[in-house]
């Protein structure tokens, strides 16, 4: 790799200051891009410190290829320090796990691995790299790459059952996923919900910009509460999931989230998301932006005249309830906190969201403190939006700094937790270093509140030993500045709008470090 860098000074190497790091980086690169990514880490206890960005970038889908270097072959048997078999470490979390064995093999294993990583559904692979490979020498021809090209409708039988089906329903809605952005739907997305005039909600996991959240038919994401859910989705007949795993759960609950009976059309290429948790009376396996355009004519023809006045009549009913109206409202009542002292958190989250550039990336883990985000937040475009999506913290920062390489001329924000900053507070220096155009809002409430939450609404308890950064409190503007990022703290809400939008307009490395009150 040393060497190759030499030869090509285009290429751009990017050092994180740990494992995890590394690969949670490369995640959010490939998030904000769309872009396959590669990235190397450090032997046996290496690939041990990624694991965790490994898994969220499972879930995600990313397209990466993660190399990790191994002990010569043959003295890995010898057991010697730093060693252990690496691809079965690596092959919960990937599509694809191998280890070169012979140096002629790299070109077909790197090719391999590319066109297993892109190919949907997308998602990372592995290589593990011994002593005795990287250090053979060998003529090579990498020859061509492949792209798998998996836009495709489904056959006209399937598309006419398919609309049929919707328009034979009374009370549709529609649940949007993450194959809205890997296909590039949004726009189609937009357009059928119109069509049909009938409400959207986002997955439970609302991790992307899964929907045009202005759109008039968009009422939102979907919570993680089971008896919530059930209740809001009971109103419905049916349910048209595009490209989702549309009730992902957090917390054990007797209740299921799906009212009894519920019929679920569903159309994805994610194949293990179809029908997964409940049946599915028409699952098609396919591209959710080419689905939606061969489907929408047919839906026309056989909607005849009255589909017109009827998404019209419905698009008129949402209008008093949709996103836009519950934004209106949450404002107001947030509003009302503008005066709080400690400075509350929803209000902060509504300074963030209210200074952010219009081109801004934001990249949440606010956890307790980004509750309302989504609700506050408008989607615009694919990749304007990235949150957490496998529950695992310290995800927030190196994700931010991976979007803002690969986004160099749009600003990007991240807004973390100081619970999930403590994880990953070392990206910092990678963004210092490279002297991204990134903003960090770290909300500091002391101590690990969500922990606090669910030991109070699940087990009735408040007594929290454990949870507080406290004797000594972590001063997160001091460990910035060591790292070489500019940083700030303020104390008081009134000054947050000018600090915010100054900070977001500087294109340059900072942090704001913003002290909020941390009471249940």
Same mark, same amino acid.
């Given at each position: 790799?040393?060497?190759?860098?030499?030869?090509?000074?285009?290429?751009?190497?990017?050092?994180?200051?740990?494992?995890?790091?590394?690969?949670?980086?490369?995640?959010?690169?490939?998030?904000?891009?769309?872009?396959?990514?590669?990235?190397?880490?450090?032997?046996?206890?290496?690939?041990?410190?990624?694991?965790?960005?490994?898994?969220?970038?499972?879930?995600?889908?990313?397209?990466?290829?993660?190399?990790?270097?191994?002990?010569?072959?043959?003295?890995?048997?010898?057991?010697?320090?730093?060693?252990?078999?690496?691809?079965?470490?690596?092959?919960?979390? *990937?599509?694809?796990?191998?280890?070169?064995?012979?140096?002629?093999?790299?070109?077909?294993?790197?090719?391999?691995?590319?066109?297993?990583?892109?190919?949907?559904?997308?998602?990372? /692979?592995?290589?593990?790299?011994?002593?005795?490979?990287?250090?053979?020498?060998?003529?090579?021809?990498?020859?061509?790459?492949?792209?798998?090209?998996?836009?495709?409708?489904?056959?006209?039988?399937?598309?006419?059952?398919?609309?049929?089906?919707?328009?034979?329903?009374?009370?549709?809605?529609?649940?949007?996923?993450?194959?809205?952005?890997?296909?590039?739907?949004?726009?189609?997305?937009?357009?059928?919900?119109?069509?049909?005039?009938?409400?959207?909600?986002?997955?439970?996991?609302?991790?992307?910009?899964?929907?045009?959240?202005?759109?008039?038919?968009?009422?939102?994401?979907?919570?993680?509460?089971?008896?919530?859910?059930?209740?809001?989705?009971?109103?419905?007949?049916?349910? *048209?999931?595009?490209?989702?795993?549309?009730?992902?759960?957090?917390?054990?609950?007797?209740?299921?989230?799906?009212?009894?009976?519920?019929?679920?059309?569903?159309?994805?290429?994610?194949?293990?998301?179809?029908?997964?948790?409940?049946?599915?009376?028409?699952?098609?396996?396919?591209?959710?932006?080419?689905?939606?355009?061969?489907?929408?004519?047919?839906?026309?023809?056989?909607?005849?005249?009255?589909?017109?006045?009827?998404?019209?009549?419905?698009?008129?009913?949402?209008?008093?309830?949709?996103?836009?109206?519950?934004?209106?409202?949450? /404002?107001?009542?947030?509003?009302?906190?503008?005066?709080?002292?400690?400075?509350?958190?929803?209000?902060?989250?509504?300074?963030?969201?209210?200074?952010?550039?219009?081109?801004?990336?934001? *990249?949440?883990?606010?956890?307790?403190?980004?509750?309302?985000?989504?609700?506050?937040?408008?989607?615009?475009?694919?990749?304007?939006?990235?949150?957490?999506?496998?529950?695992?913290?310290?995800?927030?920062?190196?994700?931010? *700094?991976?979007?803002?390489?690969?986004?160099?001329?749009?600003?990007?924000?991240?807004?973390?937790?100081?619970?999930?900053?403590?994880?990953?507070?070392?990206?910092?220096?990678?963004?210092?270093?490279?002297?991204?155009?990134?903003?960090? /809002?770290?909300?500091?409430?002391?101590?690990?509140?969500?922990?606090?939450?669910?030991?109070?609404?699940?087990?009735?308890?408040?007594?929290?030993?454990?949870?507080?950064?406290?004797?000594?409190?972590?001063?997160?503007?001091?460990?910035?500045?060591?790292?070489?990022?500019?940083?700030?703290?303020?104390?008081?809400?009134?000054?947050?709008?000018? /600090?915010?939008?100054?900070?977001?307009?500087?294109?340059a490395p900072k942090l704001i470090e913003v002290m909020v009150d941390g009471a249940l």
């Open positions: 790799v040393m060497h190759a860098l030499q030869e090509h000074p285009d290429m751009q190497y990017v050092m994180a200051m740990q494992e995890s790091l590394v690969v949670a980086m490369a995640d959010g690169f490939g998030r904000a891009s769309g872009q396959l990514t590669a990235c190397n880490v450090h032997v046996a206890p290496g690939l041990g410190n990624a694991m965790g960005a490994l898994y969220n970038a499972k879930f995600t889908g990313t397209p990466m290829i993660l190399t990790a270097g191994q002990q010569e072959q043959g003295h890995g048997l010898m057991e010697p320090l730093l060693y252990a078999p690496l691809p079965r470490l690596a092959e919960p979390l *990937v599509k694809w796990s191998v280890e070169v064995t012979r140096l002629e093999d790299l070109p077909l294993i790197v090719r391999r691995a590319a066109k297993i990583a892109m190919a949907p559904p997308t998602g990372p /692979v592995f290589i593990s790299l011994p002593g005795d490979i990287l250090n053979a020498e060998a003529a090579m021809d990498l020859a061509r790459s492949t792209r798998v090209d998996a836009r495709a409708a489904p056959a006209s039988e399937a598309l006419q059952a398919f609309a049929r089906r919707i328009l034979a329903a009374h009370r549709p809605a529609i649940i949007v996923g993450d194959e809205i952005v890997k296909s590039d739907a949004l726009s189609q997305a937009a357009e059928f919900a119109s069509l049909l005039g009938i409400p959207v909600y986002q997955q439970s996991v609302p991790y992307g910009a899964h929907f045009l959240s202005e759109h008039p038919c968009f009422m939102g994401a979907l919570t993680r509460t089971q008896k919530q859910v059930r209740d809001v989705l009971s109103a419905y007949d049916l349910l *048209v999931v595009l490209g989702a795993d549309p009730l992902r759960m957090s917390v054990f609950s007797e209740i299921s989230p799906l009212p009894v009976g519920m019929p679920i059309v569903q159309v994805g290429l994610v194949e293990h998301d179809l029908a997964k948790n409940f049946p599915v009376e028409l699952a098609l396996l396919a591209d959710v932006r080419e689905t939606l355009r061969a489907l929408m004519p047919v839906l026309r023809e056989e909607g005849g005249a009255s589909l017109g006045p009827r998404a019209e009549q419905g698009r008129a009913a949402l209008a008093a309830v949709n996103w836009t109206a519950q934004r209106r409202k949450l /404002v107001t009542d947030i509003s009302g906190k503008a005066k709080a002292a400690p400075i509350h958190p929803d209000w902060l989250a509504l300074q963030v969201v209210e200074a952010l550039p219009g081109d801004a990336i934001l *990249v949440d883990e606010g956890l307790t403190s980004s509750r309302y985000i989504t609700a506050l937040h408008a989607h615009r475009d694919r990749y304007g939006y990235h949150a957490l999506a496998s529950g695992g913290i310290g995800w927030g920062l190196p994700a931010a *700094v991976g979007a803002s390489l690969a986004n160099p001329d749009r600003p990007v924000v991240c807004y973390v937790g100081d619970g999930s900053a403590m994880y990953s507070i070392q990206s910092l220096w990678t963004a210092a270093h490279h002297k991204l155009p990134l903003t960090v /809002v770290l909300i500091n409430n002391g101590g690990y509140r969500i922990i606090k939450q669910r030991l109070k609404s699940m087990m009735g308890g408040d007594h929290f030993i454990g949870m507080d950064f406290a004797e000594p409190a972590v001063d997160f503007t001091a460990m910035a500045r060591a790292l070489g990022v500019e940083a700030m703290r303020v104390t008081a809400g009134a000054d947050l709008p000018a /600090v915010l939008a100054a900070g977001f307009r500087k294109p």
